[in-house]
């Protein structure tokens, strides 16, 4: 053994941390990127989450909402209140929240239909979860043409993840959203939403070329000097510089314009059939959030009476979006945490924990109260409890008509 062994024997640490394979890669993240996905989500993220204000609410709301969906631990019919499965999504790595690594992959399936989680095992057991950033990822597919492996690229070096490695679980979960047309790769609700999403930043970027010229389209400048001669070049020349410096932008609206040797302003102005861009920004925006499954009343879209009010606009928001999410997510996690040799555990999102559904709870309970052909048990099941427990800990005491 050289000096140099010597001295790395002598201060390396007794215990070595736990720590992410892919983590060394990310301090050297600043030279270019990789984009292996069928459709450039760095594209898709920059011009939509980025840049496209109703693209951002809507990927938000999906990805906050789902991520503070309490998830129940169930070993086949029993709940389980402790168990290391909980505390590891609870707190899944030293810098992170379980509910912020739940947001990360709920916002990654919105933006690029595909999430991927790496999990750190010690001595077997998951002990630290890390979501990777899908346009580093690329699905390596095996000779029978299902994943055999997953390649996790930054600045040209390669960490590759075993798909169904030999000696236990995978280490990296790959969770997507399902296309019709790729057997590896999801597809994003962003990219269902791409045609109006340009034509919303389009509509954007028009007004804001309209309020760059006063609000309204440029007239026309006639020349009526007395030779009826066209301008020269120079004086062409100069009299475009003077307008633009002078009569263009939001600073200069409504200043005078001082013409000279013949020239004359011809103004121009909109048709109530050109100012229909409005609608047409209105109905992309519509369908942006129809694309994410938002009802539009929540994002503050006008004109769309859909729902009578917004509760109900949020309760369809909440059953129809963001339960079916949560509950994809919590059966993934579950089936990909649990031990080799362990029971059957199951995460189940808990709706009745969740406050947009309190009036669907208590209407529920107020019918099941009513029933009086069910006994006692058998109303506590109906609304999700178990069978009442006496003192003694038996069930079954307290039933009646």
Partial sequence: ???????????????????????????????????????????????????????????????????????????????????????????????????????????????????????????GNPRELHA?????????????????????????????????????????????????????????????????????????????????NAARPSGALVYGGADAANLTDEQFDRLKGELEAGYQGPANAGRPLLLEGGLDWKPMGFTPRDMDFIEAK????????????????????PGDNTFANYQEANRAFWRQTVLPLAARVGEALARWLSPREGADLRLVPDADAIEALSAERAALWERVERASFLTRGEKRQAVGYGAEEDVSGEPGAGEGA
């Avoid at 938002?294 to 503050?300: E, F, S």
């Fill in 132 to 212: 990777l950033r899908p346009d580093r990822v690329r699905v390596v597919p095996g000779r029978d043409g299902w994943p055999e492996a997953f390649d996790y690229t930054v600045a040209g070096r390669t960490v590759r993840f075993p798909a169904d490695p030999r000696d236990g679980h995978p280490s990296v979960l790959h969770l997507k959203v399902f296309h019709p047309l790729n057997d590896h790769y999801g597809f994003a609700p962003l990219e269902a939403a791409q045609v109006s999403l340009d034509l919303h930043n389009a509509a954007g970027a028009w007004n804001k070329a309209l309020l760059d």
């Fill in 282 to 301: 209105n109905q992309a925006a519509r369908e942006i959030a129809l694309a994410f499954g938002v009802p539009p009343m929540l994002l503050a879209i």
């Fill in 1 to 123: 053994m050289g000096l140099r062994g010597l001295l790395d024997s002598v201060l390396r640490p007794a215990t070595e941390a736990k720590a992410s394979r892919a983590g060394p890669l990310l301090a050297l993240s600043g030279g270019g990127r990789a984009v292996w996905t069928p459709r450039d989500y760095a594209a898709l993220a920059r011009e939509g989450y980025a840049r496209n204000p109703v693209v951002h609410r809507a990927v938000r709301m999906v990805a906050e909402a789902a991520a503070s969906v309490p998830l129940v631990l169930y070993e086949g019919a029993r709940e389980l209140d402790t168990h290391p499965l909980l505390d590891l999504l609870a707190r899944p790595s030293p810098g992170q929240s379980g509910q912020g690594l739940l947001e990360e992959i709920h916002g990654y399936l919105q933006v690029a239909g595909n999430a991927y989680l790496e999990r750190v095992d010690i001595d």
